[in-house]
Structure formats: C-alpha cells, structure tokens
C-alpha cells in the first residue's frame, strides 16, 4: 500500500511543521505493510528535507504561478500524482488549505475522507481509525470501506519522528494555462511563530486592558518560541488583527501548550482550544469559567504575574544554555 502526502510549504518554500508530522505519520504506516511514502509539494525550496521523515518519492512543482495556494490546480495535479503514483492513501495535515480541498479530492479519487484523525489505522479488510468529535469531547472509530482513503491528522497528534531514508527527488514544472482563482491579495502575520505551526501559543483578552499592554504576550510567547493569540473581543476591538483571533469561531488551536492571560473561558473560546494538550490560564477572578477547562491555573494580577514568569523563564534558559 503506497501512501501519497501533501506536504505544504511557507511563502519561502520551507516546509511547514505539519508536513514534517504527516511524514512522520505515513512512514509508520507504510512500515507496517511495506509499501512507500511518496509526497507532492509545490516549489519547495528543500524538497529532500521529506527523506528524512521516510519520504521515498517527492514530486516538486517549480512553477511561480503555484506559490499561491489555488483549490482547483492543486487538487487536480495532486489527485492525478496519487493516480500516476498508484497509490491507495492519501495524507494531508489539518491546515485551512488541507481541509478545503479534502473533500474536492476525494471525488476527484473515489476515496472515504477522514478528518481529525489522531491514531494511526489498524488495517483489515477495511481500514479503521479513531478521530476526534465535538469539538474534541469524544472519539469516534471510523471504518472506511472505500478502495482508496484521505485521512486528515489532527495536529500534534503524532509528532515529528525522523527516518531518514534515500529519496528520488522529481522536479516538474506544470502547466498552468488559466489561474482558477485570482488571488488579489496574500495576509502575513508578524508572528515569528504562525498559530498554525506553533506547538506553545500564548493568547490574551481583554484583561490585557488594552493594546498597549501586548507586550506581555510577545514577551512571553518570544521567550517560549511560541506564537501569539488573541481572543475574540480582543480582535473586534481593533487590539489585534482578526489572524490572531482563536476559538471556535476563529482559528482552532491544537498546541502541546495553550497560555491563556486575561481571558475569562467563553464556551466559544475553550471549544476551539479543548484540543490543545496543556492549557494554562492566568486570571485574577477564581470564578473565571476557564479554571474549570484548565490543566494548571495562576489566581493573580497578569502585569505581576506574567513579568515574573519571563524572568524565571528567562533564568532556567540561561543557567541550561
């Protein structure tokens, strides 16, 4: 059983965590049945970086004009490589870009989609996998009785694991007549660590008191080598853009550690962190809803507490450098 994975890259061609993780994922499949791990990217500037997560294939574009993500042109050139390449599994992350075109691939290749997976498949006759549900409040095991299968890994649920393997790296330039989709402008975030990508995220509310108080945040994530967040009155406020924004109904979050200071635990707002495996909260109300949902608390004043932090983070780094 040959695996095809859509490992995506940053605007500068890097690969991102995920696609190192869905790697990761796929070669401990593909040894277990003895099949290989194959991979298209799209102008990746260090496509051999996949061998080293057991990637035996890597099928490049080069075209420019696929820098920019494009729903219709990316599906159709990865379903025709998992077709070319024989393959039965396709694997993407949990990325907007992933989830978009999940359900365009599998018409495209006849195949049962799964999202949010968190184990790896027990094969039989059918393949089988537990997913995460209800916003993450439950599993739920899903057969798939389709020849072939698209699984979506809930991020962070594997992790990076490296085996290096001897890989045949194929560049192709392909042919783009018509752009499907115009794009008529690209959002960056100045986060040195994208929410997406980040395994520590550090969020703030409105107990920040305002944005000139953001500072804390920064500091904090930058001496975690996290990224920042924010909660969602923060973003209508004007405080911080909308990319910032996590939640239920802003960006999910699924980091190894969620920080969260000055905010009070809405439901909306714990539901699209719930997935995240460590959540931190510093308030200064006991009552806050967040307590209840958290895995450690701090009762205090976010402009004492949080200070105090950075130094002793700051101390344990320098006395272990």
């Known amino acids: 059983m040959d695996i095809l994975i859509f490992a995506e890259t940053n605007d500068k061609g890097y690969f991102k965590k995920d696609a190192l993780e869905i790697a990761s994922y796929a070669y401990e499949i593909s040894s277990q049945n003895g099949g290989k791990v194959k991979a298209i990217c799209f102008n990746s500037t260090n496509p051999e970086k996949l061998s080293e997560y ?45 989830k978009y075109i999940g ?12 999202t949010n997976v968190i184990s790896k498949p027990v094969l039989g006759n059918n393949l089988v996998v537990v997913r995460n549900t209800f916003t993450n409040k439950a599993f739920e095991t899903v057969e798939i009785n389709k020849n072939n299968t698209i699984l979506a890994i809930s991020k962070n649920s594997f992790g990076l694991k490296e085996n290096p393997v001897e890989a045949e790296v194929l560049e192709i ?60 009155p923060v973003s209508d406020l004007g405080w911080r853009p909308h990319s910032e924004h996590v939640g239920q109904t802003g960006k999910p979050v699924s980091s190894n550690l969620y920080i969260a200071i000055g905010i009070s635990g809405a439901i909306q707002h714990l539901a699209g962190v719930n997935s995240s495996k460590v959540k931190v909260v510093i308030n200064n109300d006991p009552d806050a809803p967040f307590f209840k949902a958290a895995d450690y608390g701090i009762v205090g004043d976010a402009f004492e507490v949080v200070p105090k932090l950075i130094d002793k983070l700051k101390e344990f780094k320098s006395a272990n450098d």
């Open 54 to 98: 057991g990637v035996k294939k890597i099928v490049n574009s080069k075209n420019e004009e696929l820098k920019n993500f494009d729903s219709g042109i990316y599906s159709d050139y990865i379903s025709n490589v998992f077709k070319d390449e024989k393959c039965n599994v396709l694997i993407l992350s949990s990325s907007s870009n992933s």
């Open 103 to 114: 359900g365009i691939l599998s018409v495209k290749i006849d195949a049962g989609y799964v």
């Open 173 to 232: 330039n392909f042919d783009i007549t018509e752009a499907r989709n115009k794009v008529s402008s690209v959002e960056k975030t100045s986060n040195k660590v994208t929410i997406a990508d980040a395994d520590i995220v550090v969020s703030g509310g409105r107990g920040l008191k305002g944005p000139e108080n953001w500072h804390l945040i920064e500091n904090l994530a930058d001496v975690l080598g996290g990224a920042t967040a924010c909660s969602k």
